[in-house]
């Protein structure tokens, strides 16, 4: 590995990296950054990480006094996603405290009480938060004891794709009502709650012409099991599980397909399936003790619906969804990331 950038990017082989990766590429000076690939498991084919001169593949832990010679010549080391498998390496290195920069993804830091004594340590050293949900920083603050800056940034390119609608497309007039559950197969999504939400209204107005779509391709096999079997015994046929790996594009065309979305979940969860909804004219439930309700409701000011009110399944107005689409996408936009990165590489 031989490192000549100002700005080094220790991520994991997931989803998010490789978009992030051509980003960088293509908006901002790509030789400045430099891009380390933590993968044990292969996952990098998986993904499609590309290969470039500046993207480094790490796959044993032999590499890690390599890597520590690096991280001492860049300038800012951005960690995306705080895991248990780099905290040890992290922490070991009080000297470049103040280089980290971590980018928070949701399930790194939420429920503290199952978060190793180490990683709670090296929350409270670190000195810079990245992410665009003040109230995740906030959770940190009062959670671990930590203290710093933070810089609102939506990071990763995958959250500010959409497509153009023909207006036409906005009426609302279906005969089917396309609704769709959580992102995965993890607990925190909370699906046996929200289908008996989702019972309860069907019951309540009648509803017949349903279809629930439940994507549980990644996370949990068990768990995905368990919620099949609910699923399957509540709605029968009306209950669709997705177990099989959809791309990108693919999914995007999935998504612009439902008509409502429902995210149970009390964490920063499914962030990239609700912005494509409401950046599309779609209804949008989440949880209003959640810390992106504060985001979205609050913040943005967007129309979006509280889940533990119950739901329904009217259609937004055409006003409702055009107002929805100019604020989610003039936020979520190439430019707007473009000029949240440039700040924080600058600061």
Known sequence: MIFKGKYLHICPAEKF???????????????EHEFVILDRKNRRFFYKIPEYSNVYVVTSKLQAPILSLKMLKVEKIFIHGLWDPIVPFLYLQPWLYHKYYWIMWGGDFYFPEKQSKLKKKLIRKIRNFIGFIEGDFEYIVKNYEADGNWYECVVYINNVKFKNLNLSSLNGDKKVINILVGNSATETNNHFEAFKIIKEALKRYNMKK???YVPLSYGDKNYARKVINMGVNMFRNNFVPLTEFMSFDSYLDFLLNMDIGIFNNQRQQALGNIIILLGHGKKVYIRSDSTHWKFFHDYLGVKIYDIKKGINFKDLTKEEKLKNIKIVKDYFSKENVIKQWKRILES
């Open 17 to 31: 990296i490789k978009g992030f990766i051509e980003f960088v590429k293509e908006h901002l000076d790509f030789q």
């Open 210 to 212: 349903v279809k629930i």
